[in-house]
């Protein structure tokens, strides 16, 4: 299975046992974690869509918990990916502003034609390199560096900065965008 | 042998200063106190969960309720028992005078009523009662566009988990709104939040105090935490709670001050004239956190 779907909200109710929709503290954050990358580990996907449209509030705290510490943790080997799903205008601001606080950055996926963006810390050049692949399809750093007019060495750095933060996928010399469907 | 404290006749985050001296004043191991509010007219949030902080502390201290007098006027007396502060206060205090029986208040402009945060379950509820309520009251009453909703019921989050990651100890939360005409001549939504708790000097202490040296104080341990964000905790994670209610304050025009040991520090608003630090106050259990939300120059 190349996609997993996981309901935060479900791991939500599971983790703290209440009737509440919303994401916050830290120790719920922690528990909502655990459970997402239990859940991770036993499907062993190429990507895990994290849908969080059935949730309410999600503080600050708590963002820092549950995406932050999932990118940097164990349950997320080298390749896999993750991608928010369902998430509104206050979720965003909440996981961005924690996520630029620890240099990490992580794909949403919105409804309708929006596509993947990116919220996060990521400099201009890979940020350059993340709309490229996006407008024209996988590449290599000749192609990007031809495209944007840069060295190779920069298009190799931006693409590999992309890969590192989880946002490209790389198959032999070829940078892709995350599989998501 | 029992020695009066007073409670000034209007107890806001500023006079809440006469009170924390007149607490403070004397030899406060050897006399049981006794919380005079027969005077008091009215209580701002912070001022009450204020109160609750000075029982718990020396009760938790003694193992003896101080005791007190509940105010003489008797609007004022069912204010309070419709905030909701003495069902707590029954449990932290010998009361003397009549406590009126009326219900907590649902209703009315208490938006929570003073609750108690001891774990993270506490701070759930919370948040969930919270925002249905501050919806209403920050849109069609302080004429806040609908997205302060959320902010506020996470700096409010924030907040109270300030209690529970470092206080060692529980707490209590209150939400008023009220109209604060004689400073701002604005509504106003007030989040007051105070535990009687280890106070920021001590919680940094460990991580903090030899880089400042002889500097280390109640008042640094403030600056750190609040200005330059730094946490007890060596996650560059951390630090993110009262960032976020930084944050958006900085949106809404709020205001931001906490009060901890003997010092006292406020993020102010244009708005607002309080001073950004200040020190040697007299000392104070724990940690005291009121966040402002001034109406919008519109809607008034």
């Given at each position: ?181 | ?161 300030n209690i529970v990651e470092h206080a060692g100890t ?21 989040i007051a939040v105070s535990d009687a708790g280890v ?92 966040v402002t939300i001034p109406a919008s120059q519109v809607?008034?």
């Amino acid at each position: 299975m190349m996609i997993q779907k996981i309901s935060v909200d479900r791991v939500l109710r599971e983790a703290v046992a209440t009737p509440y929709r919303d994401l916050v503290t830290r120790a719920t954050g922690a528990a909502v974690r655990v459970g997402i990358e239990r859940e991770m580990i036993a499907a062993d996907c190429l990507t895990t869509l994290l849908d969080f449209s059935a949730v309410g509030l999600v503080d600050f705290s708590c963002a820092d918990e549950v995406v932050a510490k999932l990118l940097l943790g164990q349950a997320l080997p080298a390749g896999r990916h993750v991608v928010l799903w369902g998430v509104n205008e206050d979720h965003s601001e909440a996981i961005d502003h924690v996520l630029r606080r620890r240099d990490l950055a992580i794909l949403v996926l919105d409804d309708g034609a929006g596509g993947l963006r990116v919220l996060g810390r990521l400099a201009d050049d890979p940020a350059a390199a993340f709309g490229e692949v996006h407008r024209v399809g996988p590449l290599d750093s000749p192609a990007l560096a031809a495209a944007l007019a840069w060295s190779l060495e920069r298009a190799a750095s931006a693409l590999d900065t992309l890969v590192i933060l989880r946002l490209l996928r790389a198959e032999d010399s070829t940078y892709r965008p995350v599989p998501i469907a | 042998m029992t020695r009066i404290v007073e409670i000034p006749a209007s107890l806001d985050d500023r006079s809440f200063e006469q009170f924390a001296e007149s607490l403070a004043a004397g030899d406060p191991g050897a006399t049981r106190p006794l919380f005079d509010a027969r005077g008091v007219q009215w209580a701002s949030p912070y001022g009450l969960v204020g109160l609750l902080t000075a029982g718990q502390a020396w009760q938790e201290a003694r193992r003896e309720r101080p005791l007190f007098t509940i105010p003489a006027h008797d609007d004022v007396a069912r204010y309070w028992a419709r905030a909701g502060f003495f069902l707590h206060a029954a449990e932290l205090f010998e009361l003397h005078g009549k406590v009126p029986k009326v219900k907590v208040d649902d209703h009315s402009d208490v938006l929570l009523g003073v609750t108690p945060v001891r774990a993270s379950e506490d701070v759930h509820q919370v948040v969930g009662m919270i925002q249905e309520r501050a919806s209403r009251m920050l849109s069609d009453k302080l004429g806040l566009d609908a997205k302060a909703t959320m902010g506020f019921a996470m700096a409010l989050s924030e907040a109270c988990q300030n209690i529970v990651e470092h206080a060692g100890t529980g707490g209590w939360v209150s939400v008023h709104a009220y109209s604060y005409r004689r400073r701002l001549g604005r509504r106003v939504v007030v989040i007051a939040v105070s535990d009687a708790g280890v106070g920021f000097r001590k919680s940094l202490e460990g991580e903090q105090a030899r880089r400042y040296g002889d500097r280390w104080s109640d008042g640094a341990a403030l600056e750190a935490a609040v200005i330059q964000g730094v946490s007890r905790f060596r996650d560059p994670g951390r630090g993110q709670g009262l960032a976020g209610i930084k944050r958006y304050l900085a949106r809404w025009e709020g205001k931001l001050s906490i009060r901890s040991g003997t010092a006292r520090i406020a993020i102010v608003p244009a708005w607002d004239e309080d001073v950004p630090l200040t020190d040697h106050l007299a000392y104070f259990p724990g940690s005291q956190l009121q966040v402002t939300i001034p109406a919008s120059q519109v809607a008034e």
